[in-house]
């Protein structure tokens, strides 16, 4: 019973990741409740579950919150800017739908794959701005690159949330209240596991006292 009690034991281990997803978790969605802040939560959740996906240990409300204060402004750019874009070709697809006859639906591909791009960039802006001190023009850009060298990831990240949003459309309920539970801290850290790969592959380190600066 000792070895199950130690820190370092295996259930200890797992029992603890646990705890702090419901943390981050609990954090997360107090700041999204403004709504326009939901992007500085986003970065603010990457920046703990790639620690728990490295196995540490972090302090979740001070990292989280922490993060929050010092990336909101960035974050929540980045947040406008997707938003707007998503809104201005999910409006043209649905022009298209509604509108066009059936020889024209094809018009709509093309905004579907700057919906993809949109995805694809957001899915890794936000970590890249919880993890390295970049520009906003460099974090651009290496999104982009990311998504794009690493398009299995990215194709992967796409069907989760494609997966989410289904549950959401079948069982509302049920998918509210996983979500409200743990359920983005447990997407979060799927992806994290796989974005604390991709980090490392370009030399960043991961650790509960340094942050990395540059890609």
């Known amino acids: 019973m000792t070895s199950f009690f130690d820190k370092r034991s295996i259930p200890m281990k797992i029992l603890t990741a646990l705890c702090n997803l ?34 540490e240990n972090p302090s979740v409300f001070r990292e989280f919150f922490t993060c929050y204060k010092d990336n909101f402004l960035r974050s929540t750019g980045f947040w406008v800017v997707y938003c707007a874009l998503a809104a201005f070709f999910g409006f043209e ?14 018009s709509m591909y093309p ?3 700057f919906l993809f791009a949109i995805f694809s960039s957001a899915s ?17 850009k290496n999104s982009l690159l990311l998504a794009l060298t690493n398009l299995p990831t990215t194709i992967f990240f796409a069907v989760i949330m494609a997966g989410l949003a289904a549950a959401w459309y079948f069982e509302m309920i049920i998918t509210f209240s996983i979500l409200i539970f743990m359920g983005f801290g447990i997407i979060a850290i799927i992806f994290s596991f796989f974005l604390k790969r991709i980090f490392e592959k370009h030399g960043a380190v991961i650790t509960p006292d340094e942050e990395s600066v540059g890609l």
């Open 124 to 140: 890794y802006a936000f970590p890249l701005i919880a993890w390295f001190d970049e520009t906003v023009k460099q974090t651009i």
């Open 22 to 55: 419901m943390l981050v978790n609990f954090c997360f969605i107090v700041g999204c409740i403004p709504i326009f802040t939901i992007g500085a939560s986003i970065t603010s959740l990457y920046r703990v579950t790639i620690k728990v996906a490295a196995g």
């Open 111 to 113: 905004a579907f794959f």
């Open 93 to 106: 697809v649905y022009m298209v739908r509604t509108m066009l006859p059936q020889q024209y639906q094809w």
